[in-house]
């Protein structure tokens, strides 16, 4: 239905979960393959309860533990939810995909400090990035382009919350716009309020001093998204901790450079190619922004020049690996029609 929708596909998608609820007693689900691939349900108790009853093999995707390693950035009651899907996840699992290798080390400790048992097998497969340019109406990237601030940008790209460090950006965007003026350069921040961002979003509401400088879009459609980030001065990442960090896959992807915290995955996914600063370095950052605002930046072209060679990750990629994986572990899958992703 996805692949070849047609003009009742809503009312079909929608009888989709009903017709499942009903047919569950009498569906061959013994030795089946059952994907979960976004931790959902995996806290609660009937999940297991299902596993054992249907007989399904589950190859689980997991994506991070930062609730686990890192619960101050997290609403409460979610560490306890998350132990009860990772506990899950390693007890149940026939195979386990990740993100990243950073994320499957984190997650092979877990496990052996969990149950000291070995681990389902388990393979590393990194999220692609879409072609947007390809996919979108003639001319809809070209009329967002015309509507992008004409001052130097920077962009950063995800929920608003506390491990994402928007609070230092915004500190440094406060002092640059009292020192700067009208030269200070444009902060766009393209991402909803989340959790854990109470000072983030008091400056966001009530510091003078960046109005004018700092947008804020917590809606943005792919044309937007793609036309801010390759316009761009740099996407900036100063993330405390992350399990993968697409945007900084999708701004490599652009031609687009990336400051970003020195984080172990970062460096996974773009080698030595990001100018890379201490999430707690605050004069570095401010200091490697106000360069890269720079029109004759040297250090802005010299990171263009690292990203030669760079190979982006791609959908197609992802799935050709996994489906040889699966293959490998005797897993059967039926055949279909393939995305062009």
Known sequence: MLLAPGADVRRRLMLLGPGALFSRADAPLMGGVY???GHTGLDRPGHAAWVRHTGVRPIYFVHDLIPLTHPEYCRPGEPE?????????????????????????HLERFAARESGKAMAPSLVAPLGVARVKQTLPKGTFAEVESRLPLRPYFVM???????????????????????????CPQLVIIGQRGWECEQA?????????????????????????????AGARALLF???????????????????????????????????????????????????????????????????????????????????????????LGFTLPSGPTPNG
């Open 238 to 328: 100063p993330s405390f901790v992350e399990g993968y960090g697409l945007p900084l896959v999708e701004a490599l992807s652009l031609g687009t450079p990336v400051i970003a915290s020195d984080l172990t995955v970062f460096r996974e996914l773009a080698g030595e190619i990001p100018d890379y600063l201490s999430p707690l370095d605050g004069l570095g950052w401010a200091q490697l922004i106000e360069d890269y605002a720079r029109p004759e930046s040297a250090t802005r072209a010299a990171q263009i020049g690292r990203m030669a060679g760079w190979a982006t990750p791609t959908w197609r990629a992802h799935f050709a690996r996994v489906d040889a994986w699966l293959a490998e």
């Open 81 to 105: 939810k998350h132990l009860k899907r990772m506990k899950a996840l390693v007890s149940l699992g026939s195979g386990i995909v990740a993100n990243s290798h950073d994320t499957l080390v």
């Open 35 to 37: 994907f979960n691939v």
């Open 157 to 183: 790209l995800g929920t608003i919350e506390g491990r994402k460090n928007h609070l230092l950006i915004l500190n440094i965007w406060a002092e640059m716009a009292r020192r700067l003026g009208a030269s």
């Open 201 to 229: 979003v008091d400056m966001l509401e009530r510091c003078a001093a960046i109005r004018g400088h700092v947008v804020e879009l917590p809606r943005c459609d792919d044309a937007q998204l793609k036309a801010y980030m």
